[in-house]
């Protein structure tokens, strides 16, 4: 004699399992994974909301010292003082001070640029060089028309190393640096996809803008706001310039999948 049957309740926790085909399974939606190729549209608004925030750091240290210059200067002028004297004590510091300041200038920088974005391109990643010279055209521009508005003199030191003539406010140094390290973490994102890889990039990138930033100082070119008003600019340039060109649209997604059906080759 058998066994009772399944009760109603029991049968109502049987779930039908309906196995997926392969056409259902190709248009599983994309998904962000690092160093995969793609962007979702939750980070391409965050890249947005953060490159917006740090612009607008630099807009307002720009407005601060075009209206109100004594502020900024009781502090400015007492981080000068140690790099005046640091300076004056040491000539031999001269020569690698000017190095640093011409390999990260703007002829640098724009060759640098150029090379990048061409070595994209012959690697069929477009969209990727657009973003670099976006980047790093767009950080000089907006460099370029702060420093005409706002006409800040360099700081007067006791010992000049190097003279400009043009505005200190925002540094253009710092600017750009921090813009092609923005650039670089981005496209590591895109493109590495080791984490250790990935940290490695912003590592190095953080030392070396501290490098240029620090350079800046010790030459008396620039106060610790400039640099700072660079560095903001440079983040928030690279940041919106994310968002709007977004590289990697063109770059081949990975999909997740589920398990496949016995016919799926």
């Known amino acids: 004699m058998g066994g009772p049957g399944p009760r109603p309740a029991d049968r109502a926790d049987v779930h039908e399992v309906t196995p997926m085909t392969v ?3 190709d248009r599983a939606a994309p998904v962000e994974r690092p160093g995969r190729g793609t962007f979702t549209t939750r980070t391409r608004r965050l890249f947005l909301a953060w490159g917006s925030a740090s612009t607008a750091v630099c807009l307002a240290l720009c407005a601060l010292a075009l209206r109100h210059p004594e502020i900024l200067d009781r502090w400015d002028h007492v981080l ?16 690698p001070l000017v190095g640093i300041s011409y390999a990260f200038g ?6 640098a640029t150029a090379v990048v974005a061409g ?15 976006v980047v790093m055209a ?8 702060l420093k005409h508005y706002v006409d800040l003199g360099r700081p007067v030191v006791a010992h000049p190393i190097i003279e400009y003539a043009s505005s200190a406010m925002p540094s253009g140094h710092a600017s750009n640096i921090a813009a092609a390290v923005t650039t670089a973490c981005v496209l590591s994102a895109l493109f590495l996809r ?8 912003l590592v190095v990138g953080v030392l070396v803008s501290l490098v240029v930033g620090l350079d800046r100082l010790m030459l008396g070119v620039h106060t610790l706001t400039e ?13 919106i310039a994310a968002y709007v060109v977004d590289p990697s649209a063109r770059v081949s ?4 999948t589920e398990s496949r059906g016995p016919g799926s080759r």
């Open 194 to 201: 080791q984490r250790t890889r990935r940290r490695l990039v």
């Open 119 to 133: 070595v994209l391109v012959v690697r069929r990643l477009g969209r990727a060089a657009a973003y670099v010279v």
């Open 138 to 145: 767009g950080t000089s521009l907006v460099t370029s028309v």
């Open 23 to 25: 056409g259902e399974t």
């Open 253 to 256: 997604t990975e999909r997740v």
């Open 106 to 111: 703007t002829v640098a920088s724009a060759v």
């Open 80 to 95: 000068q003082l140690g790099p005046d004297a640091w300076r004056a004590g040491s000539p031999w510091v001269e020569r």
């Open 227 to 239: 640099v700072v008003a660079g560095y903001a600019l440079g983040v928030g340039v690279g940041l």
